[in-house]
């Protein structure tokens, strides 16, 4: 059904790169930056993130996994993860809502083309077996839950910038729309419009900057900041997703 072949078209996808060798930071003490001179995330803060209260990090990852996350975070330095999952909620109602819709424009810049290519081909798929694709009126993807899973940081190389990353998303949604017969036009079960949970992991691609300085920060404009902002925001991607997981 409609969660294998996602998985089938989907899950090959994410484009491997080999890890950072940097060293790891696992407490504050008196390191304030990386060897190369880019910041460090205040241990306290990647601490306040991790926190089950908070709700930003995956709780059924490993213990390893999470000392893992938890030194990558570090790493990360000029990330803010709460900012991230606000705009990464977003991504998924606009993604999956564009590609059911089959508005290829909207989705472009939203994902990598090998995703794109994925994703088109599913859709084809649908229509070689008769079957299409029908969004409801009312919101059709209702984001439950959205935690940080795992943060790869990437080496930087010619074709890759310092601070690239990947950064898995963990997803929870109460989905709802319709698959129906061509031939029959009726619909398809279980997708009948009635709402069912649809857990994943989307993995994002991006570049995150370190935190600019305070001198320079007073020297621009309320608009530049909001640009730059805006301008970041729009570098990230999704490269893969992986359902049931």
């Not at 999956?96 to 090998?114: D, F, G, I, N, T």
Request: hydrophobic fraction near 40%; include cysteine; glycine fraction near 6%.
């Amino acid at each position: 059904v409609v969660m294998s072949r996602l998985a089938r078209w989907l899950s090959p996808l994410c484009r491997t790169t080999r890890a950072s060798g940097r060293p790891f930071f696992w407490s504050s003490g008196s390191h304030s930056q990386q060897s190369d001179g880019r910041p460090l995330t205040e241990a306290s803060v990647v601490t306040a993130w991790m926190a089950p209260e908070a709700q930003m990090v995956c709780d059924s990852i490993s213990i390893f996994r999470k000392a893992e996350l938890w030194a990558s975070l570090r790493l990360l330095g000029g990330l803010d993860l709460a900012e991230f999952l606000a705009g990464a909620r977003h991504a998924y109602t606009v993604t999956a809502s564009a590609m059911y819709s089959r508005e290829w424009e909207q989705l472009q810049p939203l994902v990598s083309p090998q995703c794109l290519e994925a994703m088109q081909g599913m859709m084809e798929h649908y229509a070689d077996a008769a079957q299409r694709v029908q969004l409801p009126d009312e919101e059709a993807f209702k984001v439950l839950d959205c935690r940080l899973r795992r943060a790869q940081l990437l080496e930087p190389s010619e074709q890759l910038m310092y601070g690239s990353c990947h950064l898995h998303v963990h997803y929870k949604v109460e989905e709802r729309f319709t698959i129906f017969d061509y031939r029959t036009n009726t619909p398809i079960a279980p997708f009948d419009g009635s709402p069912r949970l649809q857990e994943s992991t989307w993995v994002f691609e991006g570049v995150v900057q370190p935190p600019v300085a305070n001198e320079q920060r007073e020297g621009e404009s309320r608009a530049g900041v909001a640009q730059a902002k805006g301008a970041a925001a729009a570098e990230w991607r999704g490269v893969a997703v992986v359902l049931g997981t």
